[in-house]
């Protein structure tokens, strides 16, 4: 399985970026895929995440409002559009992917180490 995310970059405070992470070798609409960020000298933390099998979505408290993840099963992948950005969503934001999310976690919001497949990662920088 591999994760491959592009989409980060540069961008002043209040601007908008999509980053997105495509998936290949795998059961794309069994799993569930989660967006992780860490900022320098942080814990990494998860901020959303996407059930393939019925396309709902959960958000953390800091992304809520301004954050959207959304899918294309056809293509394998999932998208985070960002805005309204703000110089702490500064991070390096890499995307994972479970293999099957029991319905009865509801949330697929969880720890790291319950994701199976990480992406390398992409860099967002958000200047104030």
């Known amino acids: 399985v591999q994760l491959v995310e592009s989409g980060g970059g540069f961008v002043q405070a209040g601007g908008s970026l999509r980053l997105s992470c495509v998936v290949s070798g795998s059961r794309f609409e069994r799993q569930a895929i989660g967006w992780f960020r860490q900022a320098p000298g942080k814990e990494r933390e998860g901020i959303a995440c996407?059930?393939?099998?019925?396309?709902?979505?959960y958000y953390e408290g800091p992304v809520k409002g301004r954050f959207a993840i959304s899918n294309d099963n056809a293509k394998g992948a999932v998208y985070l559009q960002m805005n309204n950005l703000k110089p702490e969503d500064t991070a390096v934001y890499h995307c994972?992917?479970?293999?099957?999310?029991?319905?009865?976690?509801?949330?697929?919001?969880?720890?790291?180490?319950?994701?199976?497949?990480w992406g390398q990662g992409t860099q967002v920088t958000v200047s104030s």
């Open positions: 994972a992917a479970v293999e099957i999310w029991p319905a009865y976690r509801g949330s697929c919001l969880a720890e790291d180490y319950e994701y199976d497949y």
């Open positions: 996407i059930d393939n099998s019925d396309r709902r979505t």
